[in-house]
């Protein structure tokens, strides 16, 4: 067979591609022009000359009916076949009566490449009696125009009717086998008794019937419909043709010869005689099994879906696009109050509150204005109460993306709502208990340390009297008590800050290796005392770990210590680092004493527990290591030990290795400070600025007792600006009377420069020169004058402990400064500001105004900025410390670790009083 040129009308690909492929595959080389609209379809039936047309019956733009008309009025004798998945049985006899040659379901593609043949062979016939009816026609003309010729022409003619009787004969057998073949069985009734006049052969492979087993057997038709449809099918065609009707259309069963029932689609046909008297009748059956069956599974699927979502505990609605609901559940119903028979139909405006429903519409709306789904929060009405639901809405779409419908699915949530309430309640008031603890925290760590501050202060005041033997002994003891029982409160509320959540830590990059040569350096002396060998095993490289250095300092104090107290005489203790998988660090602590028995070990991290360590002399808390084990968790580490008795044990803390650099350590003037040493020598250059050579002779012998201080002289005002750019001195001694300038206008020109104004001034006046409030207080206006003249030196004490205010005054002016007191931070603020001072003791946490606050405005006022502060503070945490350091303050001081003798030194020291 030749390749056939088929015009194919089809929107989709696919569909498309699988025709060329049925085609194929039922051995018809084809070519195939596929289009898709009307005028691609006109524009196809002019450019050329198909054998077949396959025409979908639903197109977006065009339709299957219109192509058959445009087709039958262009190109009549090309076979027409509708090729489509959405065509009824009704529409399919209704094209074929139009003319159309065939249909095929596309679910049945299997049929199209016989359909095909068949409507070649129809079109060949149809071609053929067309040629042969010109003919006769021709021979008709020959036989008027050539008489003569009569007798010949007779002869072709009726050879030639000869031969078309054998074609007739064979288009007789091939519409036989076509009826034969096709899912529509063909009757012919007798209108008096419907009995069966004339049956097509395919009834045989239709229902396994011979015809001869039902032509002319009367009431052979009614015993093969189903005997439930035979009433409605009687009754159906009575009335039809009471009233005169030609077609009737019905559907109902008929039996197999195998005893199984098929379903048909049956139109009959009836012709009307003069008395309106029916006088024929044809019936036409056509197969729907399949339809039926796929409508009976469509049926049995909605029920199943219904079925489900009844048995949903969620709210599910399906709404069409006017907002009218067209599928509800179970629930739905439950809530809604209303059966589902009167919500199907309905719009929520017919169902709800006007306020409630105008809200699910707008929300639908938003659904569809994005054509996205959408969760929401809505509120129903049901008769316990006011009900909220969370809702998830979302649109359907089509082939093209557009919505048809809009589904949502909410479910009840009022239960856990109140639930959150109660939890949101619960949290405010766990909130609240957190602050109460914390304040409480901060209370004890006020109301306790104070009291303790002041017995410690007044007992170091006492030690540095000319007491008796007996009496040095006594303070003695109040220091140690004293000082055991602040480092019990310290750990005790360090342990409650843990619990808490609220301990505050810095963690930074720390050289593991120095951070522990640290603490063996501290601990060595109580090594020594007892005859303890201190090992560390250093790393092959520094490794750098991430902690706060202070809190690791206390850790390994704690455990260093707790191996010399616990060791035996003579005995030895080794730091070793291992390194760990997934980057951490254990550094161990091992020591040669008793060991702890495994059933004690479980209660070695445990608050005031000393595993009967408290019915020796050897002191403790019971604290450290529930308190170590609580940072070392803090810092994202672990705290462990292994024992064995009479061998010893080994404490290890594990942490995470840094990637940072090396860290470099740097020893400042606050950082010595904050851990109560003072510089135990005074070194640097100073400056004096002095036209008179005796009082520098005498300054030159006052310094000679100070070896590390360089003393640098400049006899004029000019000379001492410009050394004092190039040299750049600690300090600054300076004449108010020189020859060239006064000492005013040389405070002046330092103070201008952003660098020299921050080297501490001290001024030197003559008794007799004039000393007017006026004059000084321009001095301290243009200079922030830090230290003042005379050899008294004024010192301002902001603190609101009266014991700890009292024995830091008393110490003080046991040196010889004058003190000034104040109890809160705006009288502290207001003293400095109207009154000359040369130093500022000051109280991080007081009354009316914190001291973290004064000490910013005395460093933004250019009357105080230059005045030294040292920080009391009961806070030993590094931010409080860095954050002193940085608004400018000079030292940092804990009170828990106070000396008043190392206190008094740094004093006499910023202000130059030796």
């Not at 049945?108 to 067309?130: K, Y």
């Not at 039996?255 to 199984?260: L, N, P, Y």
Request: proline share 4%; charged share 30%; glycine share 8%.
């Amino acid at each position: 067979m030749s390749v056939l040129k088929i015009l194919h009308l089809e929107d989709s690909r696919l569909d498309a591609d699988l025709v060329e492929a049925t085609l194929a595959s039922g051995g018809l080389a084809a070519e195939i022009v596929r289009v898709d609209g009307r005028e691609t379809f006109e524009a196809a039936l002019e450019s050329g000359q198909f054998d077949v047309i396959l025409a979908d019956y639903n197109l977006p733009t065009f339709d299957g009916v219109s192509a058959q008309v445009l087709a039958a009025q262009s190109h009549p004798e090309v076979p027409f076949i509708f090729l489509s998945g959405s065509i009824g049985e009704e529409l399919a006899v209704e094209r074929l009566k139009d003319g159309a040659t065939d249909y095929v379901l596309k679910d049945r593609m299997a049929r199209l490449p016989s359909a095909v043949r068949r409507a070649l062979d129809e079109a060949a016939e149809r071609a053929e009696r067309r040629r042969a009816e010109e003919q006769v026609h021709r021979l008709n003309t020959e036989l008027e125009q050539r008489v003569v010729e009569r007798t010949a022409a007779l002869e072709r003619a009726n050879d030639a009717l000869a031969r078309r009787e054998l074609e007739l004969k064979d288009a007789k057998s091939f519409l036989e086998d076509l009826i034969a073949a096709s899912p529509s069985m063909i009757f012919r009734l007798d209108p008096s008794d419907l009995r069966i006049t004339y049956a097509s052969p395919n009834i045989g492979w239709l229902l396994g019937y011979d015809t001869a087993e039902l032509v002319g057997v009367s009431g052979a038709l009614e015993q093969m419909i189903h005997p439930g449809d035979r009433t409605r099918v009687r009754e159906a065609v009575q009335a039809a043709v009471d009233g005169g009707t030609v077609q009737i259309e019905q559907e109902y069963r008929l039996r197999g010869k195998d005893g199984r029932y098929r379903w048909f689609f049956s139109l009959m046909r009836v012709d009307y005689g003069a008395a309106g008297r029916p006088e024929t009748m044809l019936l036409y059956c056509l197969d729907i099994a399949d339809r039926k069956a796929a409508e009976d599974a469509r049926a049995e699927s909605e029920r199943r879906l219904q079925a489900i979502l009844d048995h949903s505990p969620a709210v599910i609605s399906l709404k069409d696009m006017s907002g009218r609901y067209i599928l509800i559940n179970r629930e739905f119903e439950r809530m809604a109050g209303v059966p589902r028979d009167a919500i199907v139909g309905k719009a929520d405006r017919e169902l709800f509150p006007p306020r409630l429903a105008d809200a699910y519409r707008a929300n639908d709306d938003q659904v569809l204005s994005k054509n996205r789904g959408l969760e929401i929060e809505e509120t129903f009405l049901q008769s316990d109460g006011v009900h909220v639901y969370h809702s998830v809405k979302f649109p359907l779409l089509d082939a093209a993306g557009r919505p048809y419908a809009l589904c949502a699915i909410s479910i009840d949530i009022t239960e856990r709502k109140k639930t959150d309430d109660a939890l949101k309640i619960a949290r405010l008031e766990a909130e609240r208990a957190n602050r109460a603890k914390s304040e409480f925290l901060s209370r004890m760590s006020h109301d306790l340390r104070t009291p303790l501050n002041a017995i410690l202060g007044f007992a170091q005041l006492l030690e540095l009297a000319d007491l008796g033997e007996d009496e040095q002994e006594g303070v003695a003891q109040i220091l140690k008590g004293g000082q055991h029982l602040l480092h019990l409160i310290n750990e005790v509320l360090d342990i409650a800050r843990i619990e808490a959540g609220h301990l505050s830590l810095s963690p930074e990059p720390v050289n593991a290796g120095e951070v522990v040569q640290q603490a063996i350096e501290l601990v060595g002396p109580l090594a020594a005392a007892r005859g303890i060998a201190l090992e560390v095993r250093a790393p092959a490289d520094e490794v750098v770990i991430l902690a706060d250095r202070q809190r690791l300092n206390q850790i390994l104090l704690n455990l260093l210590s707790n191996a010399v107290k616990y060791n035996r005489p003579n005995g030895r203790v080794t730091v070793g680092f291992d390194h760990l998988d997934a980057g951490r660090l254990r550094i161990t602590v091992t020591d040669t004493g008793a060991g702890i028995p495994p059933a004690k070990l479980a209660l070695l991290f445990k608050p005031f527990e000393r595993l009967g360590a408290e019915q020796t002399a050897i002191e403790g808390t019971g604290l450290g290591l529930a308190l170590s084990r609580g940072l070392a968790e803090a810092m994202g580490g672990t705290l462990g030990v292994t024992s064995d008795v009479d061998r010893g044990s080994t404490f290890w803390i594990e942490l995470a290795v840094s990637d940072a650099p090396r860290p470099r350590v740097a020893a400042s003037r606050v950082a010595l400070a904050a851990n109560g040493h003072a510089p135990s020598e005074t070194a640097g250059v100073v400056l004096y600025i002095e036209d008179n050579q005796s009082n520098v002779r005498l300054m030159q012998r006052v310094l000679q007792r100070r070896p590390g201080v360089r003393l640098l002289h400049a006899p004029n005002g000019e000379d001492g600006i410009r050394m004092a750019r190039d040299e750049r001195p600690a300090l600054i001694f300076l004449d108010l009377h020189l020859p060239d300038m006064s000492g005013e206008d040389v405070l002046e020109r330092l103070w201008q420069d952003r660098e020299l104004r921050r080297i501490p001034v001290a001024t030197a006046r003559d008794p007799r020169s004039d000393a007017t409030p006026g004059r000084a207080a321009r001095r301290r206006s243009a200079s922030g004058e830090r230290a003042v003249s005379g050899s008294v030196k004024r010192v301002l004490l902001v603190e609101d402990d009266r014991f700890l205010r009292r024995a830091c005054e008393a110490s003080l002016q046991q040196r010889g400064f004058d003190v000034r007191t104040a109890t809160d931070g705006e009288e502290g603020l207001a003293l400095a500001t109207s009154q000359r001072f040369d130093i500022i003791l000051l109280d991080l946490l007081m009354p009316k105004k914190p001291g973290i606050e004064v000490l910013a405005a005395l460093k933004s006022n250019a009357s105080t900025a230059r005045i030294p502060v040292l920080i009391l503070s009961n806070s030993s945490r590094e931010e409080d410390k860095r954050r002193a350091a940085e608004l400018g303050a000079d030292g940092y001081y804990v009170k828990a670790n106070l000396s008043l003798k190392a206190l008094g030194d740094e004093v006499g020291r910023l202000v130059g009083k030796t």
